[in-house]
């Protein structure tokens, strides 16, 4: 017999998870206290773009193995209940709102069945797993909890989540262990490795792994100011280090940083919660990352400022991209949102455009301007930014998009675009960490 799976929290990181469990031939219900959530998914529809997602999602629910419910009842026979809730950044603090997975929870542990086992799959602060699952043996001494991070990127969730490239599993019991191996079955037979840890472990492995993409980013970033003072150009050197594989070129791409729901907030967080340990010092660099990755958005800022005689007020700037990365409509902080906001509020007319990231834009900046089609955004700007780099405008035929422009000066802030294509056609090409 099949396990019977729940999935609590139906955001990115649930709503992908059930619908993967289920393609793996499980029983799944998600659960999620947000109602209009819960019809939209139940009826096939995801409430974020994410490729690939929405098609997976279809074909579960027809197969009967994949429903939703706001109703916790439904999941007391489940033998295994993911916590998939957010845990967002505080309002007046560094550290992570628990509020949420702790709600989830208190929900389960008294209905949860003799034997079965709540597995964390939310990014939390280290010692949040024992603190649980004292809570939920107290509750349900028949139960048990583990401790299992999730490495998905957005834009690539599906793939993620069914083919991982490691699965961690933070365990107090063989016991655990075994039933997260049966879950995983189909994984351990591909082969992805699979790596048992404590639960104060395995809870770190998140934020240390996502800690050390925000340092190799911030670390290019570094270079490109570097380059940009001496003269260099940091894409080259980007290339030339990346060839050692001790360093490896992913995750070397110099630009206005990083953003998203993920990398900033957990870095902090982790900095909050050192600090509660006492270990402040060791994580003291993640503050220097995190100013390196702010101050390039001002450095972008500044960029803009130079091309238009230091004055913004009433140039139009066209702004490519909103989301915080390519193939996502998220825009929590994004870089490039953020630059537009600022730019607007020092006067400029700023026109945003982005192919799926358009609608949670507006809600988060609703007066900025914004636009369907890259030919208008465009039309009769002073400067063009390209701030998230979509396939679509690394496609577009620069000497086209001259004719459109009031004046040909591009900043490319992501370092995607094809320079000499665009210098070709008559246009002020300018990016970050590339003097010349
Ligand atoms: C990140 C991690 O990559 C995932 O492994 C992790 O599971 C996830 O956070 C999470 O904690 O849930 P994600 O936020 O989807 O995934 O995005 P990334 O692909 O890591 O990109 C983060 C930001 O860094 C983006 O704004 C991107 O534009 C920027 N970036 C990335 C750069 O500026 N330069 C690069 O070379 C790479």
New binding site residues.
Partial sequence: MKLKVSVIGTG??GATHAACMSSMGFEVVGIDVDALKISALASGKIPFYEPDLQELLQKEISSGRLTFSTDFNSIADADVHFICVGTPQLENSLAADLQYIDAALEAIAPICKPGSLVVGKS?VPVGTAARLREKLLRINPEADLAWN?????????VE?TLRPNRLVVGVTSDAAENTLKEIYRTNLEAKTPWVRADLPTAELV?VA??SF??T??SF??AMAEICEAAGGDVTVLAEAIGYDPRIGS??????????????PK?IRAFMARASELGADQALEFLREIDSINLR?RQRVIELVRKDLSQDLTGKSIAVLGAA???D?D?VRD??ALDIAAQIAAAGAKVTVHDPKAIAPAKKRFPALNYCESIEETLGGADLVLHL??WKIYRELDPLKMKSLVASPVIIDG?NALDRDAWVAAGWKFRALGRTN
């Avoid at 991070?149 to 969730?157: I, K, N, Q, T, V």
């Fill in positions: 990115y990181l990014t991070p999730e490495f998905l990127r957005e834009g690539f969730a993620d998140k792994a996502n993409l925000a190799k980013i290019i970033n992913r995750f070397l791409q110099a630009g206005i940083g990083f953003g998203g729901g993920c990398l957990d390039a915080f990365k390519p996502s998220d994004s870089p998230t780099e992501r």
